[in-house]
């Protein structure tokens, strides 16, 4: 069942406004929060290449990034994506992740009309 925090924290927040950039231009925008220590490269090969592909002109990858943990250690990493509709993009990027072997903690996260947690 999707979940709602209180309040939006710092990076939350940020991908609030990509996802209301992306609704002012009747786009959808979701981001895949991996639990996974992926720098960007990996993350590119192993997930956002892919994903790219099997979008094609139903969206893109708009970008990700990499969380670090303590010293050099990465915590988690995220892909940004922008899909022209909301139900098709969810179901591609579902079974996309899926076949490239996204854990089952993997959490998609969606911003507007309100703050969502969706299971992968």
Do not use: W
């Not at 892919?50 to 979008?55: G, Q, W």
């Not at 509709?85 to 996309?96: M, P």
């Amino acid at each position: 069942m999707p979940q709602q925090p209180a309040q939006l924290d710092g990076r939350q927040q940020v991908m609030r406004d990509f996802a209301q950039a992306a609704a002012d231009r009747r786009q959808h925008f979701f981001y895949v929060l991996l639990r996974e220590p992926l720098g960007p490269l990996e993350r590119g090969s192993k997930y956002e290449e892919p994903l790219t592909e099997a979008l094609g002109e139903l969206g893109e990858v708009t970008g990700g990034g990499s969380q670090m943990g303590e010293g050099k250690s990465i915590a988690f990493c995220g892909i940004d994506v922008v899909v022209n509709d909301r139900d098709r993009g969810l179901k591609v990027i579902r079974q996309c992740l899926r076949s490239c072997g996204a854990g089952p903690d993997t959490v998609i996260e969606e911003y507007v009309p309100a703050f969502r947690e969706l299971p992968l």
